[in-house]
């Protein structure tokens, strides 16, 4: 059974806590390896290996930084296959949907590689007599990153080049649920030609996370995952001095106004519900319908797509989605579902106890669809992170747009229309940080950044592109005179520049 341990200071090393979990293959269910989890000792050791060479990495010129990520592009490039089957061995996706992942985390190494041209700074000749202003950014030192299970390589390549190539060093913190890809992560930067201790690996839980918030010498933490650890990380992160980003759950609905076009609606919940078995932040997991007419269109359309879901192990090229995460995540989604059906929710079609032969021990959910969910009911007001697509019937599109902005999560939302009006005031109304005109999941391209609104985020900057310079750097302005053989005496009234 392959061990994941921690990189530090460019070395594999076990560390001295002793500690272990499972990680398994969700198709089958069975453990297929081992990660070690760290704790204070290795946060220490991986601080120290990155204090000890941020002055050679946070003095090398921004060119040859960028440089770093040409060449972890075309690694990236060529070893995409692996990367995405180490992706599905643990997480379980299909190989075809870790290959998208891989596709969209590149877009951010990209980015990376135009940091000369965005660190440039500005500069104002004579402010005064002489005197001239310089701004510039600065990287902030040792960053930290703790990232989900859901997206074990897109995350943490989230943040990894934009940190780096501001001339940060990093500690990622990935998740112990499918932890192999932060060290292939790792192994391609290294290829790339990344200085060790550059990019550190601590792999753990509650305790190493703790001990990245208590560390004196982490300045900021980037982290992605759920609204109830975000705001943990934020609030404890921020008392402690830390500059923090911390992006939560989100729960994303759609609206299908009467005049869409109704295949092409049904097409966008399948793929946006459905796909990843729902283990996607950005994942439709509300339906609204506006109009009982535009609902039973809809329902027809979708109740014979979601029984026939082709449900298998991500090596199966047929499959559309696999497993969820755990046999703890499918005991919740499956109290969930069973907690709508007691709140009064039609379930149209009933994924829970779905069995895949051969794969028994599998921890599978299948396609579920819920129709007549209310505001009030559990399967609504909670993010499901699964299969489970529930409908909210709705009388208007007021109503809609009232439900969307009353609800505590503002990750992302989508409407599909043909009225032009209407999609231009729902850009302009809704309470929602990513919004989607007839595209479903509107996840921002590597060049704008990401980021939702209300619980689905604590902290001032979205996470990579332009908001990613800002979140990693600091401003300094530099206001300098020349020559310095100009005297006037002392000056005690506040400098005008005059
Ligand atoms: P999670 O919150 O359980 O775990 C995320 C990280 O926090 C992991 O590294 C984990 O080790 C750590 N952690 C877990 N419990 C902790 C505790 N008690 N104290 C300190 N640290 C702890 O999230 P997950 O289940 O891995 O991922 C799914 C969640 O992430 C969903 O809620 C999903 O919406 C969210 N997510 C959000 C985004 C976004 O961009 N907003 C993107 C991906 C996932």
New binding site residues.
């Given amino acids: 059974m392959a061990l994941i341990e921690h990189i530090i200071g460019g070395e594999s090393t076990s560390g001295s806590s002793g500690k272990t979990q499972d990680i398994f293959n969700p198709a089958t269910g069975e453990a297929v390896g081992q990660v070690i989890l760290g704790a204070t000792a290795e946060i220490d050791a991986a601080v120290q290996a990155a204090k000890n060479v941020l002055p050679l990495w946070s003095n090398t010129s921004p060119a040859k930084r960028a440089a770093v990520m040409f060449a972890m592009r075309g690694v990236m490039t060529r070893r995409a296959d692996e990367i995405a089957r180490t992706i599905s061995a643990e997480h379980g996706k299909t190989h075809d949907d870790a290959l998208g992942e891989v596709a969209r985390a590149l877009e951010v190494v990209e980015y990376a590689c135009g940091i000369p041209d965005k660190l440039k700074g500005d500069f104002s000749r004579d402010v005064g007599p002489g005197i001239d202003t310089c701004a510039e950014r600065q990287p902030l030192g040792v960053v930290a990153g ?6 074990p390589s897109m ?1 943490p390549l989230w943040m990894i080049p934009m940190a780096l190539a501001c001339g940060n060093t990093f500690v990622l ?5 499918d932890p192999s890809s932060a060290n292939l992560i790792f192994d391609m930067f290294r290829e790339a030609g990344l200085p060790d201790g550059v990019l550190n690996v601590v792999h753990g ?2 305790d190493a ?2 001990a990245i918030i208590a560390h004196k010498d982490i300045q900021a933490i980037s982290f ?4 109830p ?1 975000a705001h ?2 934020y609030s404890n992160g921020c008392a402690a001095g830390k500059r923090v980003q911390a ?4 729960k994303n609905h759609m609206i299908i106004l009467p005049d869409a076009d109704i295949d092409q609606a049904a097409d966008a919940l399948m793929g946006a519900g459905f796909g990843s078995a729902g283990e996607r ?1 950005m994942a439709i997991s509300v339906a609204v319908p506006v109009g009982n007419e535009t609902a039973d269109r809809l329902i027809e359309k979708l109740v014979p797509r979601v029984e026939a879901l082709k449900i298998g192990p991500s090596d199966d090229p047929d499959a559309e989605m696999g497993p969820v995460i755990t046999k703890d995540a499918k005991d919740r989604i499956e109290g969930m579902i069973s907690a709508g059906e007691t709140e009064g929710a039609e379930v149209l079609v009933d994924g829970r106890g779905f069995s895949l032969q051969g794969y028994e021990g599998g921890f599978w959910v299948g396609g579920t669809l819920l129709d007549r969910v209310t505001e009030n009911m559990t399967v609504y007001q909670q ?1 499901i ?1 699964g299969p489970v697509l529930s409908v909210l019937r709705s009388d208007s599109y007021d109503y809609a747009v009232d439900l969307i902005n009353k609800h505590q999560y503002g ?1 992302g939302t989508a409407i599909f229309t043909r009225d032009g009006d209407a999609a231009r005031d729902f850009a302009n109304r809704i309470q929602v940080g990513m919004v989607g005109i007839n595209v479903p999941i509107p996840v921002p391209v590597g060049y704008h950044s ?1 980021g ?1 609104w209300k619980q ?2 604590f902290g001032a900057h979205g ?1 990579y592109g332009p908001e990613a310079i800002h979140f990693y750097t600091r401003l300094k302005t530099v206001t300098s005179r020349w020559p310095t053989g100009i005297r006037s005496g002392a000056e005690f009234t506040f400098p005008s520049m005059g």
Avoid at 146 to 151: A, L, V, Y
Avoid at 224 to 227: H, K, R
Avoid at 247 to 250: M, N
């Fill in positions: 703790i990232t989900p299970f859901n997206f995350v913190k990935p998740s112990e649920r839980g509650k996370v703790d992605v995952g759920s609204t650890i943990y990380i992006l939560g759950g989100a932040c993010e992170f990750n990401f939702g689905s985020i996470i």
